[in-house]
């Protein structure tokens, strides 16, 4: 699950610097100046990430817990919006978030 994890994080990460809107050029990383809240959500992906990378599976299991938990809580239902009516980026962050909060419920009920 740690490798799922990663792959989620790390392809929400690449989501917030391709276009998100389909046809023109914003990405979520140019809006960094208008709002502190993009770092936020970048720092959300690259967190899980990081960990999933260099740390053992429970603490890279709670840093993901906390991560996807924020986007999942900031995005909610938006997530499959994004995925559904998005540009690349969007559809990316989107999937990223659903898919990892599903990785990460999935390694909190794993047995080791």
């Keep these: 699950m740690k490798n799922y994890i990663l792959g989620f994080a790390v392809l929400g990460l690449i989501g917030c610097f391709l276009p998100l809107v389909g046809g023109g050029s914003v ?4 809006l960094h100046h208008l709002a ?3 770092w936020l959500i970048v720092g ?4 899980p990430a990081v960990a999933a ?3 053992p599976a429970a603490a890279a299991t709670l840093v ?6 924020y986007l999942g809580l900031r995005l909610g239902p ?4 994004l995925v ?3 540009g690349i980026g969007g559809k990316l962050i989107g999937a990223a978030v659903v898919g ?3 990785a990460t419920v999935g390694a909190l009920c794993q047995r080791e």
């Design 27 to 30: 990405s979520l990383f140019d």
């Design 64 to 69: 993901a817990l906390a991560a996807f938990g």
């Design 36 to 38: 502190w809240r993009t």
């Design 44 to 47: 959300a992906f690259a967190a």
């Design 78 to 81: 938006h997530a499959v919006d």
């Design 53 to 55: 990378w260099r740390a």
């Design 84 to 86: 559904l009516h998005a």
């Design 100 to 102: 990892g909060l599903i």
